[in-house]
């Protein structure tokens, strides 16, 4: 059973363009959320996270915005670059008062920026 | 600087090998996980552990076994390859149990004949 869900499969924006990127979860003990950037050949590498307590989060040009009652969030890229262009991962977690520390993954979103 | 490295970053094998997989980080990170990643399917958690001694099966776990002897350590073993264990598979670690950050190695690719 996928407890988190990702769209789309694949996305090509023009350089400049915003692209956005969607998960939405089900399972309502989740309280951290955070996206994976990963470069063709290297492992993932944390690029942003959220809680439910906020709405949005933003660092640099890359922005959370997160659906508490629809059990939705996006990754928003602003001014993307062809440097952004790798697979990006939602996640989810539990808090570690239900005793499960483990990550669940989306299945992951292939970015290409084109100049 | 600390790290996590895998090895071999590149392997060929024959169905019905056993295989081994080395996974070792130099931060002294209580929780180890392995992953493998496969298109379509995201990364999805194969075994994990908090501690030395500690061993936990994941979502994908059968075929598979790892064993933590000392805390820098995660190795996973493939009792008996085959050919739907090709993939990317990849190492992770976070300091304890109330760590959110997951950090990953390079990965190794396996592919099974």
């Known amino acids: 059973q996928q407890q988190v869900k990702q769209s789309p499969q694949s996305l090509i924006v023009q350089k400049g363009g915003i692209p956005i990127i969607n998960c939405a979860y089900e399972n309502t003990a989740f309280d951290y959320f955070p996206w994976y950037q990963q470069f063709p050949g290297k492992g993932p590498a944390l690029l942003i996270a959220?809680?439910?307590?906020?709405s949005e989060k933003k660092e640099g040009r890359f922005t959370i915005s997160f659906n508490k009652s629809a059990k939705q969030f996006s990754l928003h890229i602003m001014d993307s670059q062809p440097g952004d262009s790798a697979t990006y991962f939602c996640a989810a977690k539990m808090s570690p008062n239900f005793g499960n520390e483990k990550l669940t993954f989306g299945t992951g979103t292939r970015l290409t920026i084109i100049p | 600087d600390a790290e996590i490295t895998q090895s071999p970053r590149h392997k060929i094998t024959e169905t019905g090998r056993q295989v081994t997989l080395a996974c070792h980080q130099t931060?002294?990170?209580?929780?180890m996980f392995w992953y493998r990643q496969d298109l379509g399917h995201g990364l999805r958690l194969i075994h994990y552990?908090?501690?030395?001694?500690?061993?936990n099966k994941g979502e994908v776990s059968d075929g598979y076994s790892v064993s933590r002897s000392n805390t820098e350590d995660l190795p996973l073993t493939l009792e008996s390859a085959a050919s739907s264990q090709t993939s990317v598979y990849f190492c992770a670690s976070s300091e304890s149990r109330f760590s959110e950050t997951q950090y990953f190695g390079p990965g190794t690719r396996l592919l099974v004949l």
């Open positions: 959220i809680r439910p307590d906020v």
């Open positions: 931060w002294n990170h209580n929780n």
């Open positions: 552990s908090y501690g030395v001694q500690d061993t």
